[in-house]
Nanobody
Framework: EVQLVESGGGSVQAGGSLILSCTAS????????MGWYRQAPGNECELVSS???????YYAESVKGRFAISHDNAQNTKYLHMNSLKPEDTAVYYC????????????RGQGTPVNVSS
């Protein structure tokens, strides 16, 4: 079965850090384009960060300089390093596979919640 599993969310105070993990199974993640998305209550699903097939990263303006994507091919896992967290970063975070294997963003029943308190 092809799937992605997010983990690493939690509750932190403003200014804190978290590292989210996205582990793939059933396919090789390696150089596949992927994205990190988030959805806060009452809000639409929004793109936070992504990486293209050639490894070029993209960061939304709201997280630029604070978030970073990394990967561990041996673990078939992508990471989202989140620093200097703000209350407005509070949301459920999802990863998505955007290549030939497509698992779309903000899939119901998945994701990992992040709560940032002031």
């Amino acid at each position: 079965e092809v799937q992605l599993v997010e983990s690493g969310g939690g509750s932190v105070q403003a200014g804190g850090s978290l590292i989210l993990s996205c582990t793939a199974s059933g396919f090789t993640f390696d150089n596949s384009p992927m994205g990190w998305y988030r959805q806060a209550p009452g809000n639409e699903c929004e793109l936070v960060s992504s990486v293209s097939k050639d490894g070029t990263p993209y960061y939304a303006e709201s997280v630029k300089g604070r978030f970073a994507i990394s990967h561990d091919n041996a673990q078939n896992t992508k990471y989202l390093h989140m620093n200097s967290l703000k209350p407005e970063d509070t949301a459920v975070y999802y990863c998505a596979a955007l290549g030939r294997v497509y698992l779309g963003p903000c899939r119901r029943g998945q994701g990992t919640p992040v709560n940032v308190s002031s």
